[in-house]
């Protein structure tokens, strides 16, 4: 089984919020295999031309229908809507090797 990863590209403007949020998500994705690979951190960014990513998160997966599953599951709902209120994001998954 190939591995799932989620890919966040996160801007903040609620940083009270979002460090609430950052407690309360860890235990959730581990629940569901996941591992946290990046999490934030100084970027060095080479080439912009398609975005200039903000904050970066790395997500692993044992498959791209966990990484599905926690983010749709009803423990993560309440704590995503903090995160949603606390920042805009871009999020992706995508099968990996």
Known sequence: MKPGYIIVDTAIHDPDA???YKAK???IVESYGGEY?????????DQNE???PT?????????????QA???SDEYAPVKAVR?????A????VEGF
Do not use: D, H, Q
């Not at 990046?38 to 960014?45: A, Q």
């Not at 904050?55 to 990484?67: D, G, N, Q, T």
């Open 37 to 45: 690979l990046i999490r934030g951190g100084e970027m060095i960014i």
């Open 50 to 52: 398609l975005w200039t």
């Open 70 to 72: 926690f983010l749709n």
């Open 25 to 27: 998500v860890v235990p």
């Open 18 to 20: 979002y460090e609430a």
């Open 84 to 88: 949603l209120g606390a920042s805009k």
């Open 55 to 67: 904050r970066m998160v790395l997500l692993k997966f044992p498959s791209v229908k966990r990484a």
């Open 90 to 93: 871009t999020a992706v998954i």
